[in-house]
């Protein structure tokens, strides 16, 4: 997969839902803020060490960008302009293919039990949980957590 999309796609992944978002009556900033709690989550959630570093780094700059945006065309700019340029750092990095299984091991589950505990499915004796548990469990899901 590429880097660009590794990246928007782990992005989209931690990015929280509205309710999370500290909101203010005039919250012209929704996506910076949005995108800033799915910066935090995602370093949060890459190993810490010198493969990883270039990916860090650049989170951490898009970060500092979006906490001056004003408003969400403007946090748009932003996000489409540092994550190119960030794509771009991490293709030529010497270590690429380590930041790239470093955002997929983020991305990527193949036990179908920590997907459904992910998704937060109950599975109690009721008969309609029952049936969706299983069909759940019976989906080949993919990449995504």
Request: glycine share 4%.
């Amino acid at each position: 997969m590429c880097v660009n999309c590794l990246l928007v796609s782990a992005l989209m992944f931690f990015t929280p839902s509205v309710s999370e978002v500290p909101s203010n009556s005039a919250n012209q900033v929704a996506l910076a803020q949005e995108t800033q709690v799915a910066i935090a989550q995602l370093v949060k959630n890459l190993p810490n060490s010198s493969e990883t570093l270039v990916l860090r780094d650049g989170l951490g700059n898009l970060q500092v960008k979006l906490a001056k945006a004003k408003n969400d065309a403007e946090a748009q700019d932003i996000l489409d302009t540092e994550l190119a340029s960030l794509s771009q750092r991490i293709a030529a990095a010497p270590n690429a293919g380590e930041i790239n299984e470093a955002l997929e091991d983020i991305l990527i589950v193949d036990d179908n039990e920590q997907l459904i505990k992910g998704l937060k499915v109950k599975t109690s004796p009721n008969k309609s949980q029952k049936a969706a548990t299983s069909k759940v469990q019976s989906l080949n899901w993919g990449w995504l957590h």
